[in-house]
């Protein structure tokens, strides 16, 4: 069967025009030649790569992030009955973990029991001051870069907002034991978790920070 020229659609051996684009035919069109097969374009070969489960949104994506929540009173257990200390610091991108260094406490203990000293107070006076002086540390937080708050020690670390899948609070305290008052917060991302605990029920403070969607 003859094809047009043209567009390549077949055609009547008798037409002088073309039913698909109404090109003039020449007489005695013959077949259509076979078109060259088309390659497929080669595959790249990826050798020892592991494809992540998520890639975190650009910082593009955020042209303006700054500090909007700081938190404290967490901890990740370690062996031992140890714990590291953090305050939490929520932006609008990241989750970012300041580290309570040993200097960290050294400085804050040094400056509340001076200023409780200087003030006369007694034994429950001098732990107020030094709860007083951890709430303080902890806001210095909020007139902070986040790009500042993650190179103030070595041990900070961010994880991105969008890993968040869910935050679970649960307690833990005895009621037996008025005294033993405990409650764990795990984030629970994509591939991960991340597990806190805490003296203090941050419930309201995380469904602030986060929403209430997201903490459970």
């Not at 070969?45 to 994506?61: D, G, I, L």
């Not at 009173?73 to 200390?85: F, Q, V």
């Not at 005294?179 to 984030?187: A, L």
Request: hydrophobic share 35%; charged share 15%; glycine share 6%.
């Amino acid at each position: 069967m003859p094809f047009c020229s043209n567009c390549g659609q077949p055609i009547q051996s008798d037409s002088r025009f073309c039913a698909s684009c109404g090109a003039p035919l020449q007489a005695g069109a013959g077949p259509m030649p076979n078109a060259p097969p088309v390659q497929p374009p080669p595959q790249p070969v990826y050798q020892n790569v592991q494809t992540p489960a998520y890639y975190p949104p650009p910082p593009s994506a955020y042209p303006v992030e700054t500090v909007k929540f700081a938190i404290g009173n967490l901890a990740i257990s370690k062996s031992w009955g140890r714990t590291d200390a953090y305050t939490l610091i929520v932006t609008q991108r990241r989750s970012i973990f300041a580290k309570y260094t040993q200097e960290i406490i050294n400085e804050i203990f040094t400056t509340s029991r001076a200023n409780a000293q200087a003030e006369g107070k007694g034994f429950f006076g001098k732990w107020g001051a030094q709860m007083k002086e951890f709430g303080a540390y902890q806001e210095r937080y909020l007139h902070f870069t986040p790009d500042q708050v993650l190179q103030e020690t070595p041990g900070n670390f961010a994880i991105e907002n969008a890993w968040i899948r869910r935050i679970k609070i649960q307690d833990h305290s005895d009621i037996y034991r008025s005294s033993y008052v405990q409650f764990s917060i795990t984030f629970e991302m994509v591939n991960q978790k991340l597990d806190f605990i805490s003296g203090y029920d941050l419930g309201s403070q995380f469904k602030q920070a986060y929403g209430p969607a997201i903490v459970h």
